[in-house]
């Protein structure tokens, strides 16, 4: 079955201040990315997620404020996740170092992006292309599946 994008209802996120403040007691800091800080993002995204990703990060951080968080332990990028990447009220992509998974970050990640956009007026995002992932948004911020949503807006890439 090909991966189905998810429907999250923005107004019913949980708060983020819990999971930043327990990241914060591991040295753990979330921060959304300015301009100078764009060739370390995309350096961390190409080497551990590949060119696909690092393209939709570079239209994220083309957006002023920027639509691309970072996760930073000892001033290196541990992680990262993007929004209206792909496309209008689209979240992800998200990638976790794997040296770094298992302790909040891609949580902190998903919670700093969801609540931007609620607070950009969006009262549902749409994560695209969910794949594997889906039990943890599911979990996470309650999303649920978009019946028939593939290939929805994947359908236009020059591959297919």
Known sequence: MPAQDLLVKLWTLPEKEPVLSGLAQKGISIKRVIAPDKGRVMGFV?????????????AALASVP???????????????ACFEATGKDYFGPIGVDPACR???????????????????????????????????????????????????????LIRK
Request: glycine share 12%; with cysteine; hydrophobic share 40%.
């Open 66 to 80: 920027s639509t691309c968080y970072v996760a930073v332990q000892e001033k290196q990028v541990i992680g990262f």
């Open 102 to 156: 298992a302790h909040g970050v891609g949580t902190g990640l998903l919670l700093c992006c969801l609540h931007s956009m609620w607070e950009m007026g969006y009262a549902y995002a749409i994560i695209g292309w969910a794949g594997d992932a889906a039990p943890f948004y599911e979990k996470t911020v309650g999303a649920i599946s978009i019946p028939d949503s593939h290939p929805a807006i994947y359908q236009n």
């Open 46 to 58: 190409q080497k551990h997620f590949g060119d696909g990703w690092m393209h939709e990060c570079e």
